[in-house]
């Protein structure tokens, strides 16, 4: 098979749905061979029609994320895309978030990242692409205390790996979206109807912080994790890369 990833393995974490999904479809049709994962098996069972392998795995059991690493072997590509976006303040965050947060945006992400890295040491190659947000260091965001915290901390993840790694042929970067139309979104959109008035009308007010006036799609930043997992982008590692439609300026 032809395509910019042909001969390339990758690992997806949270591929059952949104951008994890659109990254491994993509990936795929790029040619590469694609081992996808998730949490809920039946969200990724249907990827193997398309000629994608997955698998269980909640990133969240480090037991678990070494026997996926083992089971898939050495790979290429990983895309560290497991997260959860909490809506609270400084003041209504609880210590069971806070853990939940902290454990499944950032220690999963360490996790996962250190079960690979041993082979991609070894073939002298990989790239690594963890799921930020524009919603971190780069901006703040309202209500989004505790996730705007983790997101900033991926971002330092991010970097120290790529600092480490950078003469061994390991690169390591991450996305900085914006709102993209998601079911994670769709699930904050129905949590924040009653206080809006209507469904409709939170979908709105995410649209409205947009300065396209438009949500992204999954598909818009598969594109950019494609690119990141590609040769073509040898050269840039320790970046995050902000894809957001405008939202910081």
């Known amino acids: 098979m032809t395509g910019r990833l042909a001969g390339k393995r990758c690992f997806v974490t949270a591929a059952g749905q949104g951008i994890g999904r659109a990254a491994a479809l993509m990936m795929a049709a790029e040619g590469a061979t694609v081992i996808a994962t998730d949490r809920d098996a039946h969200k990724v069972g249907d990827l193997g029609a398309r000629g994608i392998t997955h698998l269980p795995l909640d990133v969240l059991d480090d037991a678990a994320v070494e026997r996926a690493a083992r089971e898939a072997g050495p790979i290429d590509v990983l895309f560290n895309c497991a997260g959860f976006v909490h ?6 965050c609880t210590d069971e978030e806070w853990d939940f947060g902290f ?13 690979f890295i041993p082979g991609m040491l070894e073939r002298k190659r990989g790239s690594i692409v963890n799921m930020s947000s524009a919603c971190s260091s780069v901006k703040g965001a309202p209500n989004r205390f505790l ?7 991926v971002i330092g993840l991010t970097k120290s790996i790529a600092t480490d790694y950078v003469g061994q042929g390991i690169r390591c970067n991450c996305l900085c979206p914006g709102t ?15 206080a809006a008035g209507s469904a409709e ?24 994790v494609v690119y990141l997992a590609a ?19």
């Open 87 to 92: 809506q609270n303040s400084i003041l209504t």
């Open 103 to 115: 454990g499944l945006n950032v220690r999963a992400m360490w996790k996962v990242a250190r079960a």
């Open 147 to 153: 996730y705007g915290t983790t997101k900033a901390a």
């Open 180 to 194: 993209v139309d998601t079911p994670s979104l769709h699930e904050r959109i129905a949590a924040n109807a009653a």
């Open 201 to 224: 009308a939170a979908r709105a007010a995410f649209v409205a912080r947009q300065a396209m006036g438009r949500l992204a799609t999954a598909e818009e930043m598969a594109a950019l």
């Open 231 to 249: 040769d073509e982008s040898a050269f840039v590692t320790g970046q995050a890369i902000v894809i957001d439609g405008g939202w910081t300026l």
